[in-house]
Every structure is written in C-alpha cells, then in structure tokens.
C-alpha cells in the first residue's frame, strides 16, 4: 500500500516547473570525461541541430559523439562527431516513441531543428508546458497549461482545465496549442468536456479532474495571512490582484519553519450540508526556481540522463514522490473541536494560468467555517477564494477535435493523432503553434455550459547553455536543504521575476 500511495503521489506533481527524481551522478574527477548515455539533441547558434543517438561525451570544451547535423530546413544533414561548447545554446535528451505521430511544422518526420525565433530569445525564456489560448475577434486569451507534471514519457497522465469560453453562438470555438517555451511537447490526446446546467450555475473540475456543478457563490468575512493583514481585498473577486507573502517571510524561513498559512472564515447556515471551495489560484514562481536553478543548473550535463532514463526508475519515483508529497501542493485543513484538521489536498498547478478548482468540505454544525490553507513559503497566489453553498456533482460530454491547422494551412492529419491517447503523438517544437476547431453545437434553452479542456501527453526540457558546465556536480537530493536553496534564491529574485515571465515568450507561428 505504502509502494502504490509513493506512485501516486507523483501524479500530484502538477507544477508546470516542478521535476524532483534522485541521479545517478555522472562521475567526474579531474580530466576526466563527461560521459552522458542518453540519446540528446544539440541545438546551435546558427539555428541547425546535432542529434546523437547514442548519446555523448564532454572534455576540454567540446562535445563528441556520433552525430548528424541538421540545417534548419530540416531537409540537409551532414555527419559530425564533435562540436565546441560555446556554439551550442541549448541541449535536450530525447526519446522516440514507438509511434511517432505528426510534426506541427515541416515535413521531416523527425524533431530536430528548430526555428529562427526561438534562437533569437533562446537564452531569454524560462518556464514550462504547453500553453492554450482561446480565440475570438483576432484576440487571444490565455485558458490553460496542459499537463505541467508530465516531464517525460512515463509521467504522462490525464489533466483536465476548466476554460473560460463563454456561451457561444455559432456552434464551436478556436483553440491555439502552442510551444512558447524551451522545451519539446508530445501531445498525445486532446478533447473537450462539455457540461451541462442551470443558467446561474458553473462546473469547476475537482482535485481528480470530475466536475462539481456550484450556483451562488460567497465570499470569506475573514481572511487573513500569517503575517497578521487583512487580505480580504485581495481574494474576494476573481481580479488578478492576487495574495503573496511579505519579505519578511521569504528572509526568515529555516529548516523547521518554512510554510505559510492563510486563515479564512466564512458565514454558513446552522447544520449545513457539504459545501464547496471554489478557488482561482496558480503558483508563483518558486518551482521554476526550484527546477532551474537547483535541479538542473546544479547537475549540469547530468541532468541529461536525469531526463533522458533516471526519471523511469521506480526508486527515483518512490523516494521523490514521497518527498514532494510531503512538502509541495496546498494542504486545506479545517476547524473541528478546537483544531485545524486536514480534509483535503491538491497538487501544484502551475505559475502560467490561473486555474478555477472546486474542493468539497464538510459542512458546518454552527454557522460558522473556518477554513486554513498551509503550503511552502509564498509557492501560491489566490485570486479568489469562495464558497458554495449549493454544490452537486455534473455530468459531461466529450467533444474531440473538429479541425485542425498549422502555419503551414490545415492539416486534418493532426484530428487522428489527438483523438485518443494511444502513444501516436502531435509533436511541437519551440515557437510551433496548432489551431483546433470544436464543433460544440448550441445550447439548449434554459441551460447554460461550462467548458473543460481534458489533456495527456508529455514534454522534455531543454537545458540552456548556461546550465552546462564541465564543473563537477552532485546529484539533486530530494530534500529540505535543496528547498531551502530554492526559497533562497527565488526571494531573491522574485520582485523582477514575474514580469519577465510574462513579458519574455517565443513567438509562435
């Protein structure tokens, strides 16, 4: 029982940023090689690709193996077995499927090369997942991060979004997927669920993903943050202006004392039923801290393996989803006989999009609910907390895609590959996007629709040239001191951060 709850734990790794698995270290003493055994890709300056296939080996700045070199057509290729460090920008393991599936840009069935935009901002861009915008009247409006804990093939699960589409009129509406980010997505399967309700009602996905139909909300009369303020204000309406902890905090947390908790009181009916939370909310940008700086950046060209084979091992996955269980994610504890007791938890979301959750809770005996969240110092944002009183599980049903396009013009091939998941994968590489058409129909009278995005697939990270280093590295320790280092680090850099994050992208074609 202890085996299956570690393994499962590990599909609560839903932080867009978040990757935590023992290495084996790449053992390096003094001239020693680098030796890494998974096949990687070498991404250069000039825009061309290096695939090795049997993976490589690092010594006196260069990087040698049995490669071939690809222009950015992807159509030339030469074979080479060496190539400096300096004229390479970033580097990826990679893995081919059993059944690849289609490219969304070019007409080489195989992910090498990648575009001139993506080099121009290559040493610029930070974060994770593949992100989906929704598209009306030439604008486009952030909905989603797929599957953000799926960081690599054995991590692929089903992940599930509500979108914020609002009735629409003519029967379907326009999704773009789209790569904005340093990484190779493998998306395997995409469909939309359709819920059906009452006209002042909305559907929230629950902590598994099933949908939890909610009427009239309220607001807390009480929420306050470990620091002692007043935040109401700051999670009453759903506004973008959004709860984050003080300074103060970030420069006092130690190894006994690193979370933060938020306090919330809300007024109920005597002997009310089951109520639902209902919560707006994304984490800040403390895994992405965590997974660069610490995970990555520490273990340089190890990291590669990491990626590329330590990721698949059973005990890398126990001991590391036991750790990230215990610390990561948002812990919803309410007050009962005089104590704060815990009922529920869900995984990390992702810094990206705000996701919309609904979180049954007990009901309450005496008019009052009082509810705490606890999580590592500042890891969340909450742009609102609310509270359901009428809450029902819904029903739904699924849609797949109607159409498809790319850049390149439609391409009705890529509605085959996402229509299951059975491992024949849409592959998009940095700077690619894909348009998918939803034939929804209309909506009945007297009802209303709430929309969700259902999701599987995986991505691989790549690691920027300034992560790799012939400097020996030890291998990540799933632990407090690793998070203490990131807490550290990311106070630092947290008051620039964000804005960067959200200023800095690949542009998509």
Known sequence: MRLILAISSLFLLSSCVVRHLEVTPVAVSGDAPIEVRSPVKAHLVDGSTIVFPDGITVADNVVRGNGQRYDLTLQNSVSVTEIPIDEIV???SYQTPVNVGATAVGSVGTTVGVTAAAVLGIMLVFGSCPTVYSLEADSAVLEAELFSYSIAPAFQMRD???????ATTSGYFDLEVRNEMLETHYIDHLEVLEVVHGPDQKAYPDKKGRPLVAGNLISPTVAIDQAGRNVLDAVSEADGVAWSATEERLATVTEDDFLNHLDFEFNVPNNSGDVALVLRLRNSLLN??????????EQSFSALDWMGQDLSRLRNKIETGLWYRKHMGLTISVWDNGRYRKVKRIGDQGPIAWSERAVSLPGSGDGSL???FSF??????FDRVALALDSERGNYRTISVGSSATSDGDRP?????LARADEEYLITRPGESVSLRFNVGEELDGTARSFFLASEGYYIEWMRSAWLSQEHRKQF??????????LNLYAQKRDNMREQF???KIETR
């Not at 599930?160 to 609002?166: A, S, Y």
């Not at 992405?288 to 950046?297: A, E, G, I, P, S």
């Not at 590592?376 to 944002?381: E, K, L, T, Y």
């Open 413 to 417: 091939d890529i509605v085959g590959y």
């Open 288 to 297: 992405t801290v965590l997974l660069y700086d610490v995970m990555l950046q």
């Open 502 to 504: 959200d200023a800095i």
């Open 477 to 486: 320790d799933p632990g407090t001191d690793a998070l203490l280092r990131a």
């Open 90 to 92: 970033a580097m990826e």
């Open 370 to 372: 009082k509810v705490r």
């Open 160 to 166: 599930i979004d509500r979108l914020g589409i609002p």
């Open 376 to 381: 590592v110092a500042d890891n969340w944002r």
